[in-house]
T-cell receptor, first 114, second 111 residues
Framework: DTGVSQDPRHKITKRGQNVTFRCDPI?????LYWYRQTLGQGPEFLTY????????KSRLLSDRFSAERPKGSFSTLEIQRTEQGDSAMYLC????????????FGPGTRLTVL | EDKVVQSPLSLVVHEGDTVTLNCSYE??????LLWYKQEKKAPTFLFML????IEKKSGRLSSILDKKELSSILNITATQTGDSAIYLC???????????FGRGTSLIVHP
């Protein structure tokens, strides 16, 4: 257990529904990252925050994806109008911003879109 | 576009064998390279490498970076069944710290 938690751990939804995932980082970490991982691939970067500022969001997969970190602590990732191709593991990671690149990953949320 | 190539993609060995996993990269504004181990869950951190030629060790695992060759290797000696996992390599960018992950090497260690 790295100290990063994600909720829910599994989500099954029907195509067209909206889903929201939550990530709670390690408390002193001010950087928070979201990734998507599909079978046989490494994690694919989506977006990241430093405190409450979203510093990179151009790699979110489409405008159906959005993320927030309103108070610089927990973050949410929302997918609107889900599609079957969104089925994947969504990982969150956190790190300190002071000169270390080491990211600590949460257990992930596995999304299945029927 | 950033590229990370890991080889081999999969490897099957017996306990006690030594393995070498390779990672080559093309990343703009390279800052560091990280190795992670992923079992049936999220990746766990192994090493961060920033300087060429300096070996990092943790027990039976060791890793080294070659910035001239844009590559890194991860060695595991005296493998155990608990080493069975996917090993991910991820070079990161300066400033943003955004890593680009390779597809990983799947290691299976048989008793």
């Amino acid at each position: 257990d790295t100290g990063v938690s994600q909720d829910p751990r599994h989500k099954i939804t029907k195509r067209g529904q909206n889903v929201t995932f939550r990530c709670d980082p390690i408390s002193e970490h001010n950087r928070l990252y979201w990734y998507r991982q599909t079978l046989g691939q490494g994690p694919e970067f989506l977006t990241y925050f430093q405190n409450e500022a979203q510093l990179e969001k151009s790699r979110l997969l489409s405008d159906r994806f959005s993320a927030e970190r309103p108070k610089g602590s927990f973050s949410t990732l929302e997918i609107q109008r889900t599609e079957q191709g969104d089925s994947a593991m969504y990982l969150c990671a956190s790190s300190l911003s002071s000169g270390t690149d080491t990211q600590y990953f949460g257990p992930g949320t596995r999304l299945t879109v029927l | 576009e950033d590229k990370v190539v890991q080889s081999p993609l999969s490897l099957v060995v017996h306990e006690g064998d030594t393995v070498t996993l390779n990672c080559s990269y093309e990343v703009t504004n390279f800052r560091s390279l990280l190795w992670y181990k992923q079992e049936k869950k999220a990746p766990t951190f192994l090493f961060m490498l920033t300087s060429s030629g300096i070996e990092k060790k943790s027990g039976r695992l060791s890793s080294i970076l070659d910035k001239k060759e844009l590559s890194s290797i991860l060695n595991i000696t005296a493998t155990q069944t608990g080493d069975s996992a996917i090993y991910l390599c991820a070079p990161s960018h300066g400033g943003s710290y955004i890593p680009t992950f390779g597809r990983g090497t799947s290691l299976i260690v048989h008793p």
